[in-house]
């Protein structure tokens, strides 16, 4: 799959992007320089999008995300909790419950707070998630 992923990122119509530059790089590339090749094809591809956006650079912006996209967790590892925060769409729904007017902004917030907390809480019980002394509401 990794020698065809280029093909996969094309088929997406550019909307799966690979976890590593190197898989799209061009054929033949030597190893050490296959994450800078594929790199440049990303930048190159979404610089004038095949598929028709409106203006054709549209998608260039993500041709960096690997300089300013962060991982879940940031700026330390994922973690479980964090995970199933972000699995069980808490933050969405408590968005979604303030701007549908379901919930007030922080009503919404403290209804988001105390789930997190929970998650946490069941994660440190397992003894997966360090920490948790800081929190005391």
């Known amino acids: 799959m990794i020698g ?3 093909d996969a990122v ?3 119509k550019l909307y799966n992007f690979p976890s590593f530059p190197g ?4 054929p033949g590339v030597a ?5 800078a090749s594929g790199n440049k094809w990303l ?5 004038n999008d095949p598929f028709g956006s409106n203006p054709p650079a549209k998608l260039k912006p993500i041709s960096t995300a690997l300089q300013w996209a962060t991982n879940i967790g940031h700026p330390g590892p994922a973690n479980p909790a964090e995970s199933e925060v972000f699995d069980t769409f808490v933050l969405p729904t408590m968005f ?12 919404a917030l403290d ?3 105390q789930q997190v907390k929970k998650i946490f809480e069941k994660w440190r019980a397992k003894g997966l998630v360090a920490g948790g002394t800081g929190d005391r509401t």
């Open 4 to 6: 065809r992923y280029r």
């Open 10 to 12: 094309l088929g997406s």
């Open 23 to 26: 898989s799209v790089a061009d």
């Open 31 to 35: 190893v050490g320089q296959k994450p």
């Open 43 to 47: 930048e190159q591809v979404t610089a």
């Open 96 to 107: 979604a419950n303030a701007a549908t007017g379901r919930m007030s902004a922080k009503q």
């Open 111 to 113: 209804e988001a707070h």
